[in-house]
């Protein structure tokens, strides 16, 4: 947030912090003589830290920030994410945690009323200015402030306290037909411990404290809309003038050299409290923000001055979506195929989980290096999971600016929601509406969504909860579809969600939805990543408490998530190697299932990987690790989102006969189509560097699928194979088969030189005789260091003598 003459933003370094009893806590023993438990211990009140008392001992820190980021900070706590050390910090939880900070109110603000804002707190707390209360605030996706002109010394030090509840404690149990213990906070549901995360209820500020003044008008809320070249723009403005009639200024302005701007003056009319009003704007040849890789995503820049100061500066964007059937879809299936400006898209999704069970630590450079390495992979959709979080700002603008689409889910997920608790209902109407309005400013919102799996545990898709959400989302994104639950179950099309475990291939050709919305398969990270979490001795032994708790599936407790049935391919001496064989496994499975929904366009719209990142570092779903370290599998799908694909369909990623049988298949995307003619080009190697075949086939690059052969070839078993499918200038694509397995994979070291070039380009090159099967090119002698960077290309295949061109891509870069 900026600092302006209007703003001051109270982020920062210089905040203090104590753990303390609860009122409660407190209450139970003062006074009581034969009350010992907690006896002589304070609460933030009793203390005197609200009103400013000095607190030797409190702990300095950050906030944004929370009471694991305190203790951290002041080296009260160790890492938490590393072995069991969750459980070290736990206590924290239970304490009544304070914040508070001093800071000084400009006297250039004496005659103006001023604001305190806090954009994001968790979970409960009450709040004082100089010792006076402001009031209390309840959950965690709610933003709350006040007017503290009366309580504000200016040109002073003022004071700012908040004192919060213990965190709030439920179980992470499911339940089929009750509603979960979870279900029933205000908050990310995820915290209270998941299947690939552990329980972690952080206590604090997550997001901005902002400090503002105004004279008589504030802007409470804006957002714009469309049709055709018309773009309205709707204000909230609260006044404290009788009547008033004050100059409005708005300029929509297109980045440099790409056009004029377009600018408004009107004399806007006030009257004393609440105001709404919209303008227009004609702009000639609006453009449209396009999704990543079907265009760019437009963006201009919104300017709004009221009465001379101005009050908005944002970047917004112009798209029309809408949702219609799936040709040969079941009659009372949802419309799920998705239309982006008139186009059919194909969506190449992952899904979303929060960044950080700490999300305080955030910064807007994090959410740009995950938004900028899915752009990279060709993603195209973000699913927001129900049993996450509301990210920041800085996380929507990135998926504005990258072209990546938002699903967005309220915060539910496995379980059913109470019941007649009106209270309950009115709360998550307050929340959908503060939300939404939040979001809708965001071009790349383009699905309101009630939550995940709710039918699966209870829940009716005309529960009063959906309803509302409903009613909701068409009053404040009439523009947007909303799908009642993912997946609805009371209607064919998404239904079910999974598998989340490696399977042949075969089972893969018959798994079919009209939107596949949820389907993943679980690995390990990186060695290097492995080893920032994990004991040394449990990395080694590949087996351990601490391994567990990070959700390696032993095959004695959970068979089904056990990395076992891969590895059976694979020869593995290391833990090195025990981690590529479980990407490699994941990749495959990124890759094949993309390319099989890829081939049944348009019948299937699309399909979403789970899942992207994580929140802490596991052993679990994601393609891209707790630190930012791609897997495997984030390659995989930049290679099935080409626009012109070349795949092959086959039921299994080895070859136990000797006899490989699989479809050669070009899927050609809409917006790539032409009439022209081009030659596709297979070869087939071993690993070992031989050339066993070669194929042509002409095609005209129609869009759609087209099969060009289908191979049946007798292949030396003993080795891995490498198919190579080009279309020259076009298309490139490789594919590795085990023949009859795996076990040779690890048994060649490549010959593999990485070269700087210029600025962050490099080039890589094959110097061996043999083929050189996924190469990261991290571990190569002389590679750059790619801490907090990423490479454009990697795991990269490489035939003799063959060379690739990569670049760095950079964090903040």
């Known amino acids: 947030m900026k600092n302006d003459s209007n703003f001051l933003t109270l982020n920062g370094s210089d905040w203090e912090a104590q753990y303390f009893l609860s009122e409660e806590q407190f209450a139970a023993w003062s006074g009581r003589s034969r009350n010992l438990e907690n006896m002589l211990l304070d609460s933030a009140r009793s203390s005197g830290f609200l009103s400013g008392a000095e607190a030797p001992g409190a702990l300095k820190g950050t906030i944004p920030g929370c009471d694991r980021t305190f203790l951290l900070e002041n080296q009260q706590i160790e890492e938490p994410y590393y072995g069991r050390n969750l459980e070290r910090s736990a206590w924290s939880e239970k304490a009544a945690w304070a914040f508070r900070k001093w800071f000084t109110v400009p006297k250039e603000w004496v005659g103006r009323r001023v604001r305190i804002d806090f954009a994001g707190i968790d979970y409960a707390a009450t709040f004082f200015l100089n010792g006076v209360y402001l009031g209390a ?57 998941w299947d690939w995360s552990r329980k972690f209820v952080p206590t604090g500020i997550w997001d901005d404290v902002i400090l503002s003044s105004y004279e008589k008008v504030r802007l409470k809320d804006w957002h714009t809309s469309f049709s055709g070249e018309l773009v309205s723009l709707s204000l909230a403005i609260e006044s404290r003038f009788e009547e008033k009639r004050l100059p409005l200024e708005v300029a929509l302005v297109p980045p440099k050299g790409q056009g004029e701007a377009v600018t408004l003056k009107k004399s806007l009319s006030l009257h004393g409290g609440h105001n709404e009003a919209e303008f227009q704007l004609r702009v000639p040849g ?184 409903g009613e909701v989302a068409k009053e404040l994104t009439p523009g947007l579809p909303y799908h009642v639950s993912s997946p609805d179950l009371s209607r064919p099309g998404e239904r079910p969600h999974g598998p989340w475990n490696f399977q042949e291939h075969a089972s893969y050709n018959s798994h079919f939805r009209q939107l596949a919305s949820e389907y993943g398969c679980n690995a390990m990270p990186v060695y290097e990543s492995l080893r920032r979490f994990i004991p040394e001795a449990e990395c080694k032994a590949r087996e351990g408490q601490s391994l567990q708790y990070h959700f390696l599936n032993p095959m004695r407790l959970r068979p089904v998530y056990s990395f076992d049935v891969p590895l059976q391919k694979f020869k593995v001496e290391t833990t090195e190697q025990f981690c590529n064989a479980t990407l490699l496994a994941q990749a495959d499975v990124a890759l094949y299932m993309t390319e099989h929904y890829r081939r049944h366009f348009p019948a299937s719209s699309g399909s979403i990987f789970w899942q992207y990142n994580e929140p802490w570092p596991t052993c679990a779903w994601s393609i891209i690790d707790y630190y930012g370290v791609p897997k495997q599998a984030l390659y995989a799908l930049k290679q099935a989102s080409a626009p012109v694909l070349l795949s092959l369909k086959d039921n299994s990623w080895c070859i136990p006969d000797s006899v490989l049988q699989a479809e050669w298949n070009c899927t050609v995307a809409p917006h790539a189509a032409s009439d022209r003619t081009v030659e596709a080009q297979l070869s087939l190697w071993t690993a070992a560097g031989q050339l066993l075949l070669q194929k042509q086939k002409r095609l005209s690059l129609t869009a759609g699928t087209q099969s060009l052969l289908r191979l049946k070839e007798e292949v030396p078993l003993g080795d891995v194979l490498v198919v190579r499918m080009e279309i020259p200038g076009i298309a490139s694509a490789t594919r590795l088969y085990g023949a009859p397995d795996f076990t040779t994979f690890f048994s060649r070291r490549a010959e593999v030189g990485i070269t700087h070039e210029k600025d962050d380009a490099y080039q890589v090159e094959n110097q061996g005789k043999h083929c050189a099967l996924c190469v990261r090119l991290a571990t190569l002698k002389g590679a750059p260091d790619t801490t907090n960077a990423f490479f454009s290309d990697d795991y990269i295949t490489l035939l003799p003598g063959e060379t690739r061109r990569v670049n760095l891509i950079r964090k903040g870069g």
């Not at 979506?321 to 009659?331: C, I, L």
Request: glycine share 8%; charged share 25%; hydrophobic share 40%.
């Open 286 to 469: 609006l453009r449209r923000w396009m999704p990543n890789g079907l265009g760019e995503p437009f963006l201009y820049e919104l300017r709004v001055c009221l009465a001379g100061v101005e009050v908005v500066r944002r970047q917004v964007g112009f798209k029309e979506v809408s949702m219609k059937r799936n040709p040969d879809a079941p009659e009372d299936a949802r419309p799920l195929l998705f239309v982006i400006n008139g186009q059919e898209i194909f969506i190449n999704g992952v899904n979303w989980v929060p960044a950080d069970l700490m999300p305080s630590r955030l910064a807007a450079e994090d959410y740009q290096f995950l938004v900028a390495q899915a752009a990279n992979a060709g993603i195209n959709l973000f699913r927001m999971w129900g049993g996450g979080q509301l990210e920041k700002d800085s996380f929507y603008e990135a998926c504005d600016r990258y072209g990546i689409l938002v699903w967005h889910e309220f915060y539910h997920a496995c379980s059913n929601s109470p019941k007649n608790d009106s209270e309950y209902l009115a709360f998550k109407e307050r929340e959908a509406r503060s939300v939404l309005r939040r979001l809708r400013r965001h071009v790349c919102l383009s699905l309101v969504c009630g939550g995940n799996e709710m039918q699966y545990y209870g829940e009716i898709p005309d529960a009063p909860l959906l309803k509302m959400y």
């Open 137 to 193: 605030h309840r959950g965690a996706f709610i933003p709350c402030g006040w007017d503290i002109t009366e309580w504000v010394k200016f040109g002073e030090e003022n004071l700012i306290a908040v004192s919060f509840a213990p965190a709030p404690q439920g179980s992470p149990n499911h339940q089929d037909y009750a509603p979960a213990d979870f279900a029933k906070y205000h908050r990310s549901q995820l915290g209270f411990g």
